[in-house]
């Protein structure tokens, strides 16, 4: 399949720019805070690791083009600063257009919406894509990141993956 060119996107406070090599310097500021993975586990990544990371996640999709890669850097347009990022993996199913969607924002920018409105304005650009239905894996002690989930429209499941609960768009049955 042909998927269509990641685009940035702008909202009212943020900028989703298209993932770029020259991101990883900074964004390995915005990735070194260890709370950021006191829930989906891991730590900081290096620069080379999060280049090589970069390089992979640049190419969009997979070998096979079953799985869409799309990965933006969020910053904010008054600032000169990278804050976080969004990314959505899409997948065609039997009966429609999934894109498994996730968000991390610096903590230092937490608490002000941020990471809602980045992912409201991916998931936009994505319904306008043809994009039909969300998930997410939200361990079930994030609150914040359970919020986000919600104002995405997405509800939890009683489905657990890698101690991670999935969350789905209402309309699926």
């Known amino acids: 399949m042909i998927w269509p060119a990641i685009e940035p996107i702008a909202s ?21 805070d260890p ?23 640049m190419i969009g999709h997979s070998e096979d083009d079953a799985q ?20 959505a993996t899409v997948e065609h199913r039997p009966d429609a257009l999934e894109a498994n969607v996730a968000w991390v924002i610096s903590p230092h ?29 939200i361990h079930p002690n994030h609150a914040a990141s359970a919020a986000v989930a919600r104002r995405q429209g997405l509800c939890p499941t009683d489905v657990i993956e890698d101690n991670e609960v999935r969350w789905q768009s209402l309309d699926d049955g």
């Open 12 to 32: 009212k406070r943020v900028l989703l720019e298209p993932l770029a090599a020259e991101h990883a310097a900074e964004m390995m500021t915005v990735l070194a």
């Open 35 to 57: 709370s950021l993975y006191e829930f989906i586990g891991g730590r900081p990544p290096t620069l080379e690791q999060l280049q090589r990371r970069y390089a992979a996640q």
């Open 68 to 87: 869409w890669w799309l990965n933006w850097i969020v910053a904010l347009p008054e600032h000169p600063r990278l804050i976080g990022y969004v990314q």
């Open 109 to 137: 920018f937490q608490g002000r919406g941020l990471a809602s409105e980045a992912a409201s304005a991916m998931t936009r650009w994505l319904t306008a894509a043809g994009v039909d239905r969300y998930v997410a894996y």
